[in-house]
């Protein structure tokens, strides 16, 4: 019997999930980092970044998981710089930019090509 070509589940649905959750975070991590965009959206990017965080926490325990840790590090430092630029602006803002670089880049590091599959 043939397999099927039915690509909604298994390896390459699961690659696919991780691609797109990663380019979210990555697109939320820069509308942090620019600044130019309403509150609100800011404020729904930072969610954004950690259902992602959330979402992805299982693919840290494989290999290349340190690509998790990196993004959850960023993710913490997003959120926590922003609340803290309630308080004190300029450090807050450093700490966001700081985490939504880690964010970024651990995107880019774990981003899983065809090759990873």
Excluded at 81 to 94: C, Y
Aim: proline share 3%; net charge neutral.
């Amino acid at each position: 019997m043939e397999a099927s070509g039915d690509t909604t589940t298994g390896p390459a649905a699961s690659t696919r999930a991780l691609q797109v959750a990663l380019v979210v975070a990555a697109v939320a991590a820069l509308i942090v980092l620019l600044g130019l965009f309403p509150t609100v959206l800011s404020v729904a990017a930072l969610i954004a970044m950690v259902v992602v965080t959330v979402i992805t926490a299982p693919t840290g325990r494989g290999r290349g998981g340190g690509r998790w840790t990196l993004l959850a590090i960023g993710t913490l430092l997003s959120v926590g710089g922003a609340l803290l630029a309630q308080v004190a602006n300029t450090l807050g803002g450093l700490v966001a930019v700081i985490g939504g670089v880690l964010v970024v880049i651990a995107a880019a590091i774990g981003f899983p090509t065809g090759d990873d599959a």
